[in-house]
């Protein structure tokens, strides 16, 4: 009888751990976080404060609109925030066409320490170069604006190294099986893409606790 009732008990424990395990399944399918490892790396582009508390964590392609949307969102968080961001490149080929090569954009002003200042530039310029045949000169003209040394930048643009870095951020978003881009993490959990900033502030601030 008591191995009747100790079989019995081990059941009932199996079945809520069943059970709460469906409910944890169900609320994160429901409210579409996402938890992962996303480790940073030395070759990671900052944006804000190097030495702030917290980080925010963007996969983003300079030709997706959506990406361009949230931006001033993002701009305003890292100066009115303690958190930084660390962007990284998901260049959306099958549907953007010059995403790589503005990708590699970035990469040629971050060997002359303009990254920032080359993502900004290409973001406030998204309809511009977007549906161009060859953006390449654009970007040359957005490279002078910047003030980088312009035939440097024209070699770095389309160099084997370049290319390679895009490709590797490429390869971990891949890896990570992201569906989309703008895709943002915090501490390690996904948020969703804000409509404003009153929204990414409060999704920020809940990862933060959790």
Known sequence: MQNSNLWLG????????????????????????????????????????????FTLIEYSDFQCPACATIEPFLQKLITTEDVKIIYRHFPLRSIHANALMAAQASEAAALQGKFAQMHQALF?????????????????????????????????????EVRQAVLDSEKIAKALKLSGTPTLFMNGRSIPNPRNYEELLKAVNNAKTN
């Open 10 to 53: 081990l059941v009932g424990l199996g079945l809520v751990a069943i059970l709460g395990g469906m409910v944890w399944f169900a609320q994160n399918q429901e409210d579409g976080t996402q938890i992962t490892e996303v480790e940073t790396k030395n070759s990671d582009h900052i944006l804000g404060n190097p030495e702030a508390t």
């Open 124 to 160: 406030n310029s998204q309809k511009s170069w977007s549906n161009l045949s060859d953006p390449i000169d654009y970007f040359v003209i957005l490279a002078g604006n910047i003030e980088l040394d312009v035939e440097r930048f024209k070699i770095d643009l389309v160099s084997n």
